[in-house]
């Protein structure tokens, strides 16, 4: 028996009103974690007075005292405040993004060792003292002398590529050529320093240790060549020149390179000969954020997604390394930024996730759980996988928060608009 026409029209419409109250709710939630995330990065700025060069704490609410968590007190990754700077421009505040920027641009011409214009992967937070940026450490009571981090004091390619993203950000928000000139600088110390010509070719890792001993990373990460890649292809786009089109080339092949066509996921790299791939892990990162840096992409790519939740997925999270120990806020907000890219919906389960990792400070935590693992070592000195994420307010969460609550794309500094290869 066919349906009376008006109940069919009746049904219709109450389909269409629960999706209308169910697209406004989703809207609300994404609405209020941008506003919410946005006032923790402005406080956080605004905290640091004046107008002057400044780097945020990437673990603001540390405190002296505490030994366990002393070699992260009053430190300023790069990478985490390179994001900030991305995410306070997207929450309309690019003067304070350019103070983050400004602060780079002195780093790297005041180094203290080195005259090649590098950046290290993390500086003392707060207001620079006159010229220079300090490098993080602290006097160690216990022996009396002065410590310092090999990985902080080191220079990282993606750490170093996503310093660039931030000061091309800056560039299209003030048109001052300044930050142009120092993205390219930033891109042809990585040329110089970390280009590998062993197949696949690629950028390397980089340099890690302290500055009397410092030694060549020669893996080649995926995640690092995304990063590359995108702010290579930016700036080809603002007009650019030979050298960084071809560093777009190699990164961008090594990407192509790392796409397994069988199991539909990125490979997270080679091994530290630099040569053998790495096919036991998976980096939740690698995994989408080709989806936000190529566009377009190869149609294959988009089958990704089943390898990311079936790989990734915590709960109503996603975690980093695969079948992980807990959520990653960070990767989370990654996931629903490159959903949002991908032309796909993002729950509204993950929207209230991330909202629920505000601390009482405002920042986001890095994890729900007490620890969550990665399965990849802090450097070549760790004896076994020590990087890991604690559950302590992070800057970096907060800012992919920001990111995915605007629908902003950091590998371009646009607002997202759904790729062409959306299946």
Same mark, same amino acid.
């Given at each position: ?58 673990? +603001? ?28 421009? $997207? ?27 590098? #950046? ?22 216990? &022996? ?35 930050? #142009? ?18 197949? +696949? ?72 000969? &630099? ?22 992409? +190869? ?24 079948? +992980? ?12 930024? $490159? ?85």
């Amino acid at each position: 028996m066919s349906m009376p026409w008006r109940h069919v029209a009746s049904i219709s419409l109450i389909c269409m009103m629960f999706a209308s109250t169910h697209a406004n709710t989703a809207d609300a939630l994404q609405q209020k974690l941008a506003d919410n995330s946005c006032t923790s990065l402005r406080s956080a700025a605004a905290a640091e007075p004046g107008n002057g060069p400044m780097l945020l704490p990437s673990y +603001p609410t540390l405190k002296q005292g505490d030994d366990s968590t002393r070699a992260l007190q009053d430190v300023a990754f790069i990478y985490d405040n390179a994001l900030a700077g991305i995410a306070l421009t $997207a929450c309309g505040e690019p003067n304070q993004a350019r103070r983050i920027a400004d602060a780079l641009l002195l780093a790297a011409a005041h180094d203290p060792s080195f005259k090649d214009g590098r #950046l290290r992967n993390a500086y003392r937070a707060g207001l620079t003292d006159a010229d220079k940026v300090q490098l993080p450490g602290y006097w160690q009571s216990h &022996g009396n002398y002065w410590s310092q981090d090999p990985y902080q004091v080191g220079t990282s390619t993606g750490n170093v590529a996503w310093a660039t993203l931030l000061l091309l950000t800056v560039y299209d928000s003030s048109h001052d050529r300044r930050y #142009l000139k120092a993205a390219v600088a930033q891109l042809r110390w990585i040329q110089v320093h970390a280009t590998g010509t062993a197949p +696949p070719a690629g950028y390397e890792g980089g340099l890690f240790g302290y500055d009397n001993a410092q030694r060549a990373q020669h893996w080649k990460a995926t995640e690092h060549n995304i990063d590359v890649y995108a702010a290579a292809t930016w700036i080809v786009r603002d007009g650019g020149d030979p050298v960084v089109a071809l560093q777009a080339k190699l990164a961008g092949s090594f990407v192509n390179a790392m796409w397994d066509n069988t199991q539909h996921r990125f490979l997270v790299g080679t091994l530290d000969d &630099g040569k053998t791939l790495s096919r036991d892990k998976s980096g939740l990162d690698a995994q989408v954020w080709p989806l936000l840096a190529f566009n377009p992409h +190869p149609a294959e790519w988009s089958k990704v997604w089943s390898w990311v939740d079936k790989q990734h997925r915590s709960g109503n999270g996603y975690g980093y390394r695969r079948q +992980p120990d807990g959520i990653w806020t960070e990767g989370t907000a990654q996931v629903a930024t $490159a959903l949002q890219a991908s032309g796909k919906t993002v729950p509204d389960t993950v929207w209230q996730l991330l909202a629920a990792q505000r601390g009482d400070g405002g920042m986001l935590y890095a994890t729900p759980q007490t620890r969550i693992s990665t399965d990849f070592a802090i450097g070549p000195t760790s004896t076994h996988a020590d990087f890991f994420y604690y559950h302590l307010p992070h800057l970096g969460a907060t800012a992919w928060a920001v990111l995915a609550a605007k629908g902003w794309n950091p590998f371009t500094g646009q607002l997202i608009a759904p790729t062409e290869n959306t299946p």
